[in-house]
T-cell receptor
């Protein structure tokens, strides 16, 4: 079946540095790529997304890049802060028999050390 | 209120017994989802309701049932729990046609013994 692979299971950076999380997907028809963040003891919540009609999107310190040819997308967090520490999940849309759904990656645990 | 609530937060069940998990939201979202999340695995979609229409994933079709008595509530039902059902169950909701983001609940951790 279709998959989303999240390449870094853990990532540790120093406060102020950048963090990059990479994902690849298999469904060439995927057109929507959201990122979700899960802080310790809390629910997943949406942070940023990108659609296939653009290759870059920025929201404050978050940048998402999309390379459709390589079927790869990435989340860049600039000037990291301790509150960025969390699990980050990437996802890609997939059209199933019952409609569009999201296929998630396994998550990347980001630790930002002071 | 943009929260999705789930009850109970923790559930202990015996093998072979039924399990019923509850999710609610007051955002008037037309679509509600149930995901299963096991350690070191990605959240996996089990089923979703669009309005009153239930859509179940093919590979889990016979294992899970659901009901949605009104727009705010959605349940996940396991008729006969097996050890493999031990997992975190995440409920999410969104409004189709609006922003694509899904709002997630805190999850119910189910342990089957």
């Amino acid at each position: 079946g279709e998959k989303v692979e999240q390449h870094e299971s853990t990532l540790s950076v120093r406060e102020g540095d950048s963090a990059v999380i990479n994902c690849t997907y298999t469904d060439t028809a995927s057109s929507y790529f959201p990122w979700y963040k899960q802080e310790a003891g809390k629910s997943l919540h949406f942070v940023i997304d990108i659609r296939s009609n653009v290759d870059r999107k920025q929201s404050q310190r978050l940048i998402v890049l999309l390379d459709k040819k390589a079927k790869r997308f990435s989340l860049h967090i600039t000037a990291t802060q301790p509150e960025d520490s969390a699990i980050y999940f990437c996802a890609a849309s997939m059209r199933g028999s019952s409609g569009n759904k999201l296929i998630f990656g396994i998550g990347t645990l980001l630790s930002v050390k002071p | 209120d943009t929260t999705v609530k789930q009850n109970p937060r923790y559930k202990l069940a015996r093998v072979g017994k039924p399990v019923n998990l509850i999710c609610s939201q007051t955002m008037n979202h037309d679509t509600m989802y149930w995901y299963q999340k096991k350690p070191n695995q990605a959240p996996k979609l089990l089923l979703f309701y669009y309005d009153k229409i239930l859509n179940r994933e093919a590979d889990t079709f016979e294992k899970f049932q659901s009901s949605r008595p009104n727009n705010s509530f959605c349940s996940l039902y396991i008729g006969s729990a097996g050890l493999e059902y031990s997992a975190m169950y995440l409920c999410a909701s969104r409004r189709l046609g609006g922003r694509k983001e899904q709002y997630f609940g805190p999850g119910t951790r189910l342990t089957v013994l």
